[in-house]
C-alpha cells in the first residue's frame, strides 16, 4: 500500500550573522512592546536577574527576616520549653499517700511517704494503695510536729527533704492547665497569706476567693462591713476574681455557697485548691465534702480518705488527687506556697501550734480604758516576736492587740526595753520557748519606723499587720476621756503618731485600713459611694 503524500514544508533561512556585529549581542526579532507597559523591577532580557541572583536575594531575605524575628522565635522556643518542663510535673498516676500526697516508697523509714514493706505489699497486691497513709501522716494524726520542710526548726525523728522553692515548683504546671481555682486567704493574716503573684500559680484560669477562719473574728462583728472591706483590699490589688466568699470551716459558714459556685464555674474543669502554707486547705477541703456528701455520693466515698490536718507548715507535700464530683472532673489539694516573709518561717516547729488561734479572738487593749498610763515613750512586747517603741502619740491613744491568746503583751518603758527583752526572751516572751532555743535566736532585727497620719478621732487610724501573726489596731482616741474639758487639739496638732515596730527578719509588717471588727465598728465603718459602672466590675462577696 502506498504512503499518503506528505506536502513539502520549507523554512526561511537565516542569514548568517555579520562578521562586523559580535556573536553575543545578536538577538532574535521580538516584537516592539507598548508603550504603556512599565518593564519589571527586577528587569527583563539582558536586565533580568539570573537564578543565581535569585538564589542570593532569597538568602539575604531570609536572614534579614530572621534578625528581625529572632527574639520573638527565642521567647516563643523559651515558653514552649518551660511548658514542657512545668507540665512534666503534673501528678503521674504514681501512688501516693492520701494524706500529704508524698510518693509512697518503703526504701527510707524516717522519710515521709514510707510505708512498712509488708503493707506496701498486701495494699499493691489488692490494688488498695490508694487507701494507705505513710508513717509520718500517722504521727501527725496524733499530733506531732513533724515538719518536712527546710527552714521550720526540724524535727529529730523526721527528714527535712523538701525545700519552700521545690514546692513551689511543683505547682508551676498549674498555669498551663486549664482549671477552676479556688484561692483561700486567712482572716487572721489577710495580708500575710494573700498571695499576690497568685497569677503566676494560676495563670489565665478563673479564681474563686475563699476567705477562711471568719468564726475566728470578735463577736458582734458586722460581717456586712467585713465582706466589703474584703472586696475593696481585693480590688487595690488588682487581682481579678470570680466572686468572694467568707467562711469557716469549723462551722461549716459559707460552704454550701462556694460549692454551688464550683458546680456552676466548674464546666467539666479540674478544681484546684491554692494557698499559703496553714492557711486552712485540708480542713477547707474536709468541710467541702462533709457538705456535698448528702446529695453526691462520690464526695461521700471520698470523705474516707481525706487529706490530714495540721499546724506545721509542709503538711502537704504533693498535689492530692480526690474523686469528689458526680459529674466528672477531680478536686486537688495542693502543696502550701511557703512564705518567707510569715512568723512561720523563722520560729521553731515546735512553737508553731503558739501561731493557730484556737477560739474567737478577744482584743486586748493597751492602756485599758481605767488605766491613766500614756503610751508615749513605752515599748510593748508581743511574746517575743514583736517590739513596739511608742515614740510619739496622743494622750488617748490606744493599740488593740488581736492574735492568738496564748501570746501574751507586756509593756515596759522604752529606755528598760533593750534589757528586758535580753532577760525575758525564752522566759516572758515566749516564743521562743526556752533559754536553749532563746540561745540561737536571732532577735528582733527587722525594724520598720511608721508616722502614722489620722483624720477622723472617732475611728481607728489604720491597722498594724504582722505578717503570720494578727495585727494591732490603731486608735487616735481609743481611751476614754475622764475629763468633759479635756482638748488633745492642744497636744498635737500635726494629728500624726509615731511608732517603731521591731520584728525578726525578714517578718514583714504592712499598714492597712482598719478592719473592722467588733460591736462599734458597724458604726464607723465607711462604705464607698460608688457609681453603677464600678459596683458592676466588683466582685460580688457572698456569706
Known amino acids: 500500500m502506498a504512503s499518503p503524500h506528505l506536502p513539502f514544508l520549507s523554512f526561511p533561512k537565516t542569514p548568517p550573522p555579520s562578521p562586523a556585529a559580535p556573536r553575543h549581542l545578536t538577538l532574535p526579532f521580538r516584537p516592539r512592546a507598548a508603550p504603556a507597559a512599565a518593564p519589571p523591577p527586577d528587569g527583563v532580557g539582558p536586565a533580568a536577574p539570573t537564578r543565581g541572583d535569585r538564589f542570593l536575594g532569597r538568602q539575604v531575605s531570609t536572614e534579614a527576616a530572621a534578625r528581625v524575628l529572632a527574639p520573638d522565635d527565642a521567647d516563643r522556643r523559651r515558653r514552649r520549653k518551660e511548658k514542657r518542663r512545668a507540665l512534666a510535673r503534673k501528678p503521674s498516676g504514681l501512688a501516693s499517700c492520701y494524706g500529704c500526697g508524698a510518693p509512697l516508697h518503703t526504701a527510707e523509714e524516717g522519710a515521709p511517704g514510707y510505708v512498712d514493706p509488708d503493707t506496701y505489699d498486701l495494699k499493691k497486691r489488692h490494688h488498695q494503695l490508694r487507701t494507705v497513709l505513710c508513717g509520718r501522716c500517722k504521727l501527725l494524726s496524733h499530733g506531732h510536729m513533724v515538719t518536712a520542710v527546710g527552714g521550720h526548726g526540724g524535727y529529730p525523728g523526721g527528714k527535712q527533704f523538701v525545700s519552700a522553692e521545690q514546692l513551689r515548683e511543683k505547682l508551676s504546671y498549674l498555669r498551663h492547665e486549664k482549671a477552676l481555682i479556688v484561692k483561700l486567704v486567712d482572716i487572721v493574716d489577710f495580708n500575710g497569706s494573700f498571695l499576690a503573684r497568685v497569677r503566676d500559680f494560676a495563670g489565665a484560669n478563673p479564681i474563686i476567693l475563699v476567705i477562711t477562719k471568719v468564726d475566728l473574728l470578735p463577736r458582734d462583728t458586722d460581717l456586712n462591713c467585713v465582706g466589703d472591706w474584703v472586696v475593696d483590699s481585693v480590688v487595690k490589688k488588682k487581682l481579678n476574681v470570680l466572686s468572694v466568699h467568707l467562711t469557716s470551716s469549723k462551722s461549716l459558714v459559707g460552704i454550701t455557697g462556694v460549692i454551688s459556685e464550683i458546680q456552676q464555674e466548674k464546666k467539666g474543669r479540674d478544681v484546684y485548691i491554692l494557698g499559703s502554707a496553714n492557711v486552712g486547705k485540708s480542713a477547707f477541703i474536709s468541710a467541702l465534702l462533709r457538705t456535698m456528701a448528702y446529695k453526691d455520693p462520690v464526695a461521700a466515698a471520698a470523705q474516707k480518705y481525706k487529706p490530714i490536718q495540721s499546724a506545721v507548715p509542709g503538711t502537704t507535700l504533693g498535689p492530692i488527687e480526690i474523686e469528689a464530683f458526680l459529674g466528672g472532673g477531680k478536686l486537688y489539694d495542693t502543696p502550701g506556697v511557703h512564705l518567707h516573709h510569715r512568723q512561720a518561717a523563722v520560729i521553731h516547729a515546735d512553737d508553731l501550734p503558739s501561731l493557730a488561734p484556737q477560739s474567737r479572738l478577744k482584743g486586748r487593749c493597751f492602756p485599758a480604758n481605767d488605766t491613766d498610763v500614756e503610751l508615749s515613750g513605752n515599748s510593748l512586747f508581743w511574746a517575743g516576736l514583736v517590739r513596739i517603741d511608742v515614740v510619739k502619740a496622743l494622750p488617748r491613744t490606744r493599740l488593740t492587740f488581736y492574735g492568738p491568746k496564748k501570746l501574751k503583751v507586756n509593756v515596759v518603758p522604752t529606755t528598760e526595753a533593750d534589757q528586758f527583752y535580753k532577760t ?41 499587720a504582722i505578717s503570720g501573726l494578727g495585727w494591732i489596731s490603731v486608735e487616735p482616741s481609743g481611751v476614754p476621756s475622764n475629763s468633759p474639758d479635756d482638748n488633745i487639739e492642744e497636744e498635737y496638732d500635726d494629728g500624726e503618731l509615731h511608732l517603731m515596730v521591731h520584728v525578726p527578719k525578714p517578718v514583714e509588717v504592712f499598714v492597712r485600713p482598719p478592719l473592722p471588727v467588733g460591736k462599734a465598728a458597724s458604726q464607723w465603718y465607711h462604705y464607698q459611694d460608688l457609681t453603677e459602672e464600678e459596683e458592676e466590675l466588683r466582685p460580688k462577696w457572698h456569706y
Open 424 to 464: 525575758e526572751v525564752g522566759v516572758t516572751l515566749t516564743p521562743p520557748t526556752g533559754k536553749e532555743r532563746a540561745e540561737g535566736w536571732a532577735g528582733l532585727q527587722g525594724v520598720r519606723e511608721l508616722k502614722i497620719k489620722y483624720e477622723e478621732r472617732d475611728r481607728p487610724a489604720c491597722d498594724i
